[in-house]
């Protein structure tokens, strides 16, 4: 059985490996570390960022089994390997070893006792086991630089001459940085999740802070500003968990409601039961917002039981709220449109102060941004390209209207939001701005005072392969524009009193 999974694994090549001019190490490592091993490498100067090394690497893309004769091929001649792999026991690193010696090859191996037992193996991690591993086995990496002395030169007149001392190279990061915008990591642009954040935000500040347990997903991105919430993440689907244990309500003595946050595909794992099961069979009174957004999206958006998609090879289509009231909650909400900031602002707020006994429940609904793109985009320019009529729609601000106040900014932390010049020199600070990369979600409006769409804000729509009908209202539209502005303009001109041009 063995050797026919070997032989698929070799045949189909999918192991890979990594030449290196180092021949007399190398590193064996799963595959979904191989980024990190990577960057740990360029750290230590010994691969650049396009994935060459000097270290030869096995990416073990398939980790079980080990596929011994590539293994041997792999390791033979070498003093020395480090085999990379998270999580304990190391199996691994124990089937690499017993391979070696029954094929009687004397290679080092290294693992658990240059890396960590436990824990993930982030790229700081893996660069001080790599070190560690380096300074034994080719110390050379770290070796101090020799000066070489110049070639005779003959003397000149201005030989005692003193010179200005040359200033030393700065590296390009250092010099850049004072002027490139912080980037923190944060939600994509249109992101459905972003609203129900803004949400809360807003419901806190009437009601005040509330214990907030955070999950793994996309929505994670809250505890980062400009939201800022989440006091703990524990785990995939632990997020009910969380807020059990750390208030579980009045029959504890906390004085506000506990809310989780968990994503659709969490809840599919380890939330129904973990979490809402729990909180119904303890009695506990706290509040669970499930981010139902149609996939596991932050793994790539692979379906899962509430996906609304037909898959021909998965069931689908099973509503979280039917799972919810299954196993006895009580009080249920679906908000079926998360940009409403309104609706979902209400439902956020009518949970925190309900009296009903039992824990409650909001599911937040709206397709992941990103998939839909993905989706939309190729049928948009097929469409475009083939002659048909296509709407697309962006948001704009108008500077002329813009306070300067930045809420859309604080609220919703949208990406294509930026500053720009208010072009008026009365108001020296800069306004509010909308980049290309807007998809017309509308959310940056909504939430800008307070929730009531911004008077500042405008929306456009962009007709592709309009018809004669719209070719002649555009142009009627424009005309009239013109005969606006030009009236404004000679308006201006009679009141200033030095005019810039004649009236007409």
């Known amino acids: 059985m063995k050797r026919g999974q070997d032989q698929f694994i070799a045949e189909r090549g999918l192991n890979e490996f990594v030449d290196g001019d180092l021949a007399h190490i190398g590193i064996v490592t799963q595959g979904g570390l191989t980024n990190n091993v990577l960057r740990a490498l360029k750290r230590l100067e010994q691969a650049d960022l396009f994935g060459n090394s000097r270290v030869p690497l096995h990416i073990l893309n398939v980790a079980y089994p080990l596929v011994e004769d590539e293994v041997e091929r792999f390791c033979r001649g070498k003093q020395a390997v480090l085999m990379i792999e998270e999580g304990q026991p190391d199996f691994l690193e124990q089937n690499l070893h017993a391979i070696l010696r029954r094929r009687g090859i004397d290679t080092a191996?290294?693992?658990?006792?240059?890396?960590?037992?436990?824990?993930?193996?982030?790229?700081?991690?893996?660069?001080?086991?790599?070190?560690?591993?380096?300074?034994?086995?080719?110390?050379?990496?770290?070796?101090?630089?020799?000066?070489?002395?110049?070639?005779?030169?003959?003397?000149?007149?201005n030989e005692g001459v003193d010179r200005a001392p040359v200033p030393a190279p700065v590296p390009a990061a250092e010099a850049l940085a004072p002027l490139l915008p912080p980037?923190?990591?944060?939600?994509?642009?249109?992101?459905?999740?972003?609203?129900i954040f803004s949400s809360l935000k807003l419901v806190e500040r009437e009601l005040g802070m509330h214990h907030v347990s955070a999950d793994i997903g996309c929505h994670l991105f809250s505890i980062m500003p400009p939201f800022n919430l989440g006091a703990t993440t524990m785990g995939y689907g632990l997020g009910g968990s969380s807020a059990s244990a750390f208030a579980a309500g009045a029959q504890l003595g906390a004085s506000r409601k506990a809310i989780a946050f968990m994503g659709d595909g969490g809840f599919?794992?380890?939330?129904?039961?973990?979490?809402?099961?729990?909180?119904?069979?303890?009695?506990?009174?706290?509040?669970f917002v499930i981010v139902d957004n149609n996939y596991s999206a932050a793994t790539g958006g692979q379906d899962i039981l509430s996906s609304r998609a037909t898959n021909a090879n998965r069931s689908t289509r099973h509503p979280i709220a039917r799972a919810v009231r299954g196993v006895g909650v009580e009080w249920v909400r679906t908000i079926t449109r998360t940009y409403d900031v309104k609706a979902m602002r209400a439902a956020l707020r009518e949970a925190l102060e309900s009296r009903e006994p039992g824990p409650k429940v909001v599911i937040a609904q709206s397709e992941c941004m990103l998939n839909r793109q993905r989706r939309e985009k190729p049928a948009t320019a097929k469409a475009i390209k083939g002659g048909q009529r296509v709407l697309k729609e962006r948001f704009g601000v108008d500077a002329?209207?813009?306070?300067?106040?930045?809420?859309?900014?604080?609220?919703?932390?949208?990406?294509?939001?930026?500053?720009?010049?208010s072009g008026d020199p009365l108001k020296p600070d800069p306004v509010a701005s909308v980049d290309e990369h807007c998809v017309a979600c509308g959310h940056c409006g909504e939430v800008a005072d307070a929730a009531v769409l911004c008077p500042s804000f405008y929306k456009v729509h962009k007709v592709h392969n309009p018809g004669a009908f719209e070719r002649w209202l555009g142009g009627l539209r424009r005309r009239a524009l013109a005969w606006l502005q030009d009236r404004q303009r000679r308006a201006r001109a009679e009141r200033a009193l030095f005019p810039l041009e004649a009236v007409r």
């Open 183 to 195: 980037r923190p990591p944060g939600l994509c642009v249109g992101c459905p999740e972003r609203p």
């Open 268 to 287: 599919w794992h380890n939330g129904l039961t973990s979490g809402i099961a729990n909180a119904v069979f303890n009695r506990q009174d706290n509040l």
């Open 400 to 421: 002329a209207v813009c306070s300067g106040d930045h809420a859309c900014m604080r609220v919703s932390g949208c990406p294509s939001l930026t500053l720009a010049p």
């Open 109 to 157: 191996v290294h693992g658990k006792d240059l890396l960590p037992l436990g824990g993930d193996y982030t790229v700081a991690v893996l660069q001080k086991g790599i070190e560690g591993f380096l300074r034994r086995h080719h110390p050379a990496a770290f070796a101090a630089p020799v000066a070489m002395p110049l070639p005779a030169r003959r003397t000149t007149v």
